[in-house]
């Protein structure tokens, strides 16, 4: 900078307006981006502490619950007495012991593995070892409940110790009790009831709600947890609460804030004095609260007063150099491309550097609506996994009516004995409850035994399908002898919910519908075997419970719902069998249990941010309702969710104008030694996307620019080179297939590089003859295609004098040697075959055996060929011929060394066993597609690596007129 350049006022006008725009703006701005990534810092760690102080609460809250909370204690109590070496002394210790700390509360039976009773000692009135080993054995070993139903109605008040004589038992009998107590009577004595079973010892326990102390559990779990010293602590306390004269500073900053929580209905959580206070509302009158000391580290207040030095030590640097610059004068030699960067970095990348921390409260904007949208796409497909459920049973009603309809036998007669075959091979593949086929003579047809606690259900649907088949021939117009009506002793229904019921069922008949009847809940099929009139000659049903069916289509579902969701993970968790859990993993991912615990807790849709596996996901989860048994949870990662955030947008666009008028200086300076070159070798870009290769490019200038014109120009005289020789190649071979008589031959040619080395060929001469030819040449480029040109016409020519294969591959080789002025090798394989005997003849010159594939059989074998040098190798080389005769239906496949050559992923060929075991096996309507069939099966082989050879195949498909 020359310090002559205008007056003393102007150069300091300059340099106080680089110093305000170019240093002291940029730095406040980026200081100010620090303290706003602070702020939003310090945002997020309050969050996530409360968070997880609200996690915590919430999960002292629901283990606290009354059932919950006693069925871990019977747990924990039975597993203890079940590991120890004598159950019985261990049962007297820890139930003695139990008492001590909660009397009154507990009243517990222990058993042993032969459900006899080891404590107490002496059992109270109104009980006996009989009854606690009846009872024992009544309960279902999978937790559905109890299994003899009938049973426990009959003798209730056998029981009526434990379960009470008030409850209705027949919603006892279906009440699912595992890992659970049941209430028995809200009012008694006996107000829950419980059991555990372990290999050695077992558990009856009763539990007295009046006994408990208020919040006694809630007290028991807070000791537990601020003994963890995890940060946060946790109490109860009364809302509304008055202060006392002795309490700590503590204890009335606590008070504040709660009382302040109170008075917000929209805040969850507040902030006083670096702590986190957050409360949740144990019923009218109580609170449970939680205390969380935050991280003031997380504030930045060192990072952003070291940040706010450093700013100004650089902007006293940057002044005094500037001021040399542009004020004193000062000199300084600097090279072009230096100028160059200085420029482009002074007049864009400060302000664009200030206008990014402008642009970054505008980016989490942008990002906040784009995790909305993955929200509402989570919440999209969480609904579309629940509602799909009513649809599932599309699939299945296909499936079955498709089966019946193939047990048909010509003239509509009916193969009744396959179709119960199948028909239970089928239902034991669905899963499905037991089938019953069911005739309009009465027969029943039980393809799977019924089961010993289904038969009151099964008899109920064998006398439903009998009524439908006879009010279904009505309804069609057959009119048949009246038969004694059948009474459903089990259904109380008048004659107008009989026929609405019946009515409703055969308008389902062939889908999968939801049916209720008595104390069941059941999902049926139904279907009708129609007879040539057109009438009901049978009906048959398949049935599913609820639980699995709801089972079955997460199992099938969940996969292909995972995956419309790009990068998503989804899971359905069971409320209470881990072994129904979709996936079967998901029971032991610590994250998903938490996430669980607080979705069954609110009972409504929950969606959070949550960190795991090293990365941040937005994870939504829903209960089910039709899947009323399931938690369905979904996590979406957050960083490919919000990683196309461009969201500077009309934020950024006063500061993108900005620095376009700033480079319009360097722009025009530069226009012409930069842009001119660009625009030139842009229209040679569109000359050789348009294929036009004989254009050539001016070179403006010997520099950089010059230098990339001269290699573009050699580029484009070899891909015209390459493009000629291109077309003339693919016309030597035939495009259609050749059909002589009733045989065809069919070949396809694959090329690895834009031009191939491989040649085939085939055509008619005559008198019920075919020339098949396939050759490899080495090499590529033009002089690889005057050698397909040369043999092409030489073959066509002398095969018609003479077709013998051995003596046209001798003269063929000797023209190779008296043509060609430059070496060229090239493999061949010459087969001719007589169409009417079906003899073929083949003559091999170093080219791959053919393989044969005869009529009937799943095997290919190789053509065994005398040995020839390959054609351009030796002067005098001598061929001979090899006969083989082909039966009508053989198949001989002509291919080249592409095929066994083929490299899979671990980089091993295919070889010709394998490929001869792919050639068996290939398919296909014609010629034509088998050939491409086994070009798939090869690409197949690869896994997406690249083709490294050209690949051609010929098949030749012998049959005869007769």
């Known amino acids: 900078m020359n310090a002559e350049d205008g007056s003393l006022a102007v150069r300091l006008a300059r340099w106080l307006a680089v110093c305000v725009f170019f240093f002291a703006f940029p730095l406040f701005l980026i200081n100010l981006g620090i303290r706003h990534a602070y702020d939003r810092n310090w945002n997020l760690h309050a969050a996530a502490v409360a968070r997880r102080t609200g996690d915590i609460l919430e999960r002292l809250r629901a283990r606290s619950e009354e059932t919950s909370f006693a069925y871990r204690e019977l747990k924990r109590l039975g597993e203890r007495i079940d590991a120890s070496p004598d159950p019985k002394k261990a049962a007297a210790a820890l139930c003695g012991m139990l008492e001590r700390a909660a009397p009154g509360l507990f009243e517990v039976f222990v058993v042993d593995h032969e459900n006899t009773v080891i404590w107490p000692a002496r059992l109270p009135m109104g009980v006996s070892a009989y009854q606690i080993r009846q009872l024992c054995r009544n309960m279902g070993s999978d937790g559905s409940g109890f299994v003899n139903k009938t049973f426990l109605k009959k003798n209730i008040s056998l029981y009526a110790y434990f379960l009470s004589d008030a409850p209705p038992f027949l919603e006892l009998s279906a009440m699912p009790i595992q890992e659970r107590v049941v209430e028995v009577n809200p009012t008694g004595h006996h107000t829950y009831f419980g059991y555990w079973f372990g290999r050695r010892a077992g558990l009856l326990v009763l539990m007295n709600r009046n006994a408990l102390h208020r919040w006694q559990f809630q007290k028991l779990l807070i000791a537990q947890a601020n003994r963890k010293k995890s940060g946060i602590r946790f109490g109860i306390s009364?809302?509304?609460?008055?202060?006392?004269?002795?309490?700590?500073?503590?204890?009335?900053?606590?008070?504040?804030?709660?009382?302040?929580?109170?008075?917000?209905?929209?805040?969850?959580?507040?902030?006083?004095?670096?702590?986190?206070?957050?409360?949740?509302?144990?019923?009218?009158?109580?609170r449970l609260w939680g205390e969380a000391i935050l991280d003031v580290a997380q504030r930045g207040d060192v990072v952003l007063a070291r940040s706010f030095a450093l700013s100004a030590m650089l902007l006293l640097c940057l002044s005094g150099i500037s001021f040399g610059l542009f004020?004193?004068?000062?000199?300084?030699?600097?090279?072009?491309r230096l100028r160059l960067m200085v420029l482009f970095t002074m007049a864009t990348g400060l302000p664009l550097s200030g206008l990014a921390v402008i642009g970054s409260d505008n980016l989490q904007k942008t990002r906040d609506v784009l995790v909305e949208s993955g929200r509402r796409q989570l919440q999209e497909s969480l609904r579309a996994v629940e509602g799909g459920f009513i649809r599932f049973g599309r699939g299945y009603a296909a499936r079955m009516t498709r089966l019946r309809d193939e047990c048909y036998l010509p003239g509509k007669a009916f193969d009744v004995q396959r179709f119960a075959r199948r028909l239970g091979a089928l239902s034991n593949e669905l899963q499905a409850n037991t089938p019953v086929v069911i005739m309009k003579s009465g027969s029943m047809i039980r393809p799977i035994p019924l089961s010993d606690h289904g038969g009151e259900r099964e008899t109920l649907l064998e006398a439903i399908g009998t009524e439908l088949i006879r009010r279904y021939n009505r309804a069609v117009g057959i009119r048949e002898e009246e038969k004694e009506k059948i009474v459903f002793a089990s259904l109380i229904l008048d004659d107008r919910t009989a026929l609405r019921m019946m009515t409703g069922v055969i308008r389902a008949r062939g889908q999968v519908?939801?049916?209720?009847?008595?104390?069941?809940?059941?999902?049926?099929?139904?279907?009708?075997?129609?007879?040539?009139?057109?009438?009901?000659?049978?009906?048959?049903?398949?049935?599913?419970?609820?639980?699995?069916?709801?089972?079955?289509?997460l199992h099938e579902n969940v996969l292909h719902r995972q995956r419309l969701v790009a990068h998503s993970r989804l899971f359905a968790v069971h409320d209470w069998e881990k072994s129904r859990t979709i996936p079967g993993e998901a029971h032991d991912i610590p994250?998903?249990?938490?996430?669980?615990?607080?979705?069954?807790?609110?009972?409504?849709?929950?969606?959070?941010?949550?960190?795991?596996?090293?990365?941040?996901?937005?994870?939504?989860?829903?209960?089910?309702?039709?899947?009323?048994?399931?938690?369905?949870?979904?996590?979406?990662?957050?960083?490919?969710?919000?990683?196309?955030v461009d969201g500077l947008r009309s934020d950024l666009m006063w500061g993108g104008a900005l620095c376009v008028l700033l480079s319009l200086g360097v722009a025009a300076a530069l226009a012409r030694q930069i842009l001119q070159p660009v625009a030139v070798l842009t229209s040679g870009v569109d000359a050789m996307r348009n294929g036009r290769y004989k254009t050539r490019l001016p070179v403006l200038d010997q520099d950089e620019f010059g230098s990339l014109t001269v290699s573009f120009n050699q580029a484009l005289e070899r891909l015209e080179e390459l493009s000629t020789a291109k077309a003339f190649q693919e016309r030597l071979f035939p495009a259609d297939s050749l059909q002589t008589g009733a045989s065809s031959v069919t070949g396809i040619c694959q090329t690895a590089t834009e031009l191939g080395g491989d040649y085939f060929d085939y055509f008619d001469i005559g008198g019920g003859r075919i020339v098949i030819l396939i050759g490899d040449v080495a090499g590529h480029g033009a002089g690889s295609a005057l050698l397909m040109a040369m043999a092409k016409g030489?073959?066509?020519?002398?095969?018609?004098?003479?077709?013998?294969?051995?003596?046209?591959?001798?003269?063929?080789?000797?023209?190779?040697?008296?043509?060609?002025?430059?070496?060229?090798?090239?493999?061949?394989?010459?087969?001719?075959?007589?169409?009417?005997?079906?003899?073929?003849?083949?003559?091999?010159?170093?080219?791959c055996p053919p393989m044969l594939v005869r009529k009937g059989t799943q095997a290919a074998s190789e053509i065994a060929t005398a040995f020839g040098y390959p054609l351009g190798t030796r002067r005098n080389a001598a061929y001979r011929c090899e006969e083989i005769r082909l039966e009508p239906g053989d198949r001989v496949w002509f291919f080249t060394d592409g095929f066994p050559e083929t490299m899979g992923v671990a980089g091993e060929p295919i070889g010709y066993p394998a490929l001869a075991s792919i050639i068996a096996r290939v398919e296909g309507a014609d010629g034509r597609s088998r050939c491409r069939e086994l070009h798939r099966a090869c690409a197949a082989?690869?896994?997406?690596?690249?083709?490294t050879d050209d690949m051609t195949c010929i098949l030749l498909e012998y049959r005869t007129d007769a």
């Open 941 to 947: 082989y690869r896994a997406g690596k690249p083709q």
């Open 591 to 644: 994250w998903l249990k938490r996430f669980v615990e607080r979705l069954r807790s609110r009972r409504t849709e929950l969606y959070e941010e949550i960190h795991f596996d090293g990365n941040r996901w937005l994870v939504g989860g829903i209960p089910g309702r039709d899947l009323a048994e399931y938690s369905l949870v979904q996590a979406l990662p957050l960083d490919r969710l919000t990683e196309s």
């Open 327 to 336: 004020v004193a004068g000062w000199t300084v030699p600097i090279a072009l």
């Open 794 to 847: 030489f073959v066509s020519v002398e095969s018609r004098r003479d077709p013998d294969p051995a003596r046209v591959l001798t003269g063929l080789n000797e023209m190779i040697f008296t043509a060609m002025s430059r070496r060229l090798m090239m493999s061949m394989s010459y087969g001719l075959l007589q169409v009417e005997t079906g003899l073929l003849r083949i003559a091999n010159a170093g080219h």
């Open 238 to 286: 009364r809302f509304g609460a008055s202060s006392a004269a002795s309490e700590t500073r503590g204890i009335e900053r606590r008070r504040e804030a709660l009382a302040w929580l109170e008075d917000s209905s929209e805040d969850a959580w507040c902030i006083r004095d670096n702590r986190l206070y957050m409360r949740l509302p144990l019923d009218m009158s109580w």
């Open 513 to 553: 519908s939801h049916l209720n009847y008595g104390d069941g809940d059941k999902f049926m099929y139904m279907n009708f075997i129609l007879n040539a009139s057109g009438g009901a000659a049978g009906a048959f049903f398949l049935t599913w419970t609820p639980r699995d069916l709801a089972y079955r289509y």
